[in-house]
């Protein structure tokens, strides 16, 4: 296995650990996930902020060796299904378009995907921070998983994840093994600009 993150990564010392250790492996080492963890992760996502609160995020999931497992991992395209076949849990993330109003109005929820992903991010966050890791995966056959999964037409499908804990990259693929280390970051100048887009 890699070194730990923040002994490979450079961030500003301000930045918390846990933000610099959270990263998307591929190995997995197939162990099971107490549902007790599991439970702590998706709540830790339900605290993400979003637009009035409306908390439009659902993660629809699989444990390893339940009913539902195999049929979650044909979802995913054949690379992904690959490695993550080794997870503990297969999960989908669903986002609401809609904003019902108490009064029973509706209206489109224009930020549903960004919540999502503020979900998603503090989701990853408390995975790792319970010594587990995730990896988002937009390589999902979305028209299959939405029919498959009874996902309603007013719901967008976002990304799939897997979550589990690492094991060495010498159980991947030999094209895969050098590529199982975590990444940089492009710097704030790239990402945070003082006015107009440039």
């Known amino acids: 296995m890699t070194d730990s993150p923040t002994s490979i990564r450079k961030a500003n010392a301000k930045v918390l650990p846990l933000i610099v250790e959270r990263w998307s492996p591929r190995a997995f080492d197939e162990s099971e996930m107490p549902q007790e963890d599991l439970d702590a992760i998706f709540e830790a996502a339900g605290w993400a902020p979003s637009a009035f609160n409306y908390q439009p995020w659902k993660f629809l999931y699989a444990r390893r060796g339940d009913a539902n497992w195999d049929r979650f991992l044909s979802l995913l395209?054949?690379?992904?299904?690959?490695w993550a076949k080794d997870a503990s849990v297969l999960a989908f993330v669903v986002s609401d378009t809609v904003l019902e109003k108490p009064d029973g109005s509706t209206d489109p929820l224009h930020s549903h995907s960004f919540d999502a992903g503020a979900a998603w991010a503090l989701l990853a966050l408390q995975a790792t921070a319970l010594g587990y890791h995730t990896h988002g995966m937009a390589g999902v056959d979305f028209d299959k998983a939405r029919v498959e999964l009874g996902i309603p037409d007013r719901y967008r499908l976002e990304a799939g994840l897997a979550i589990g804990r690492r094991d060495s990259a010498e159980r991947l693929p030999e094209g895969?093994?050098?590529?199982?280390?975590?990444?940089?970051r492009k710097p704030v100048s790239e990402i945070a600009i003082a006015g107009n887009f440039a």
Do not use: K
């Not at 395209?77 to 690959?82: D, H, L, M, Q, V």
């Open 77 to 82: 395209i054949p690379f992904n299904a690959g």
């Open 176 to 184: 895969l093994r050098e590529r199982e280390v975590p990444s940089d």
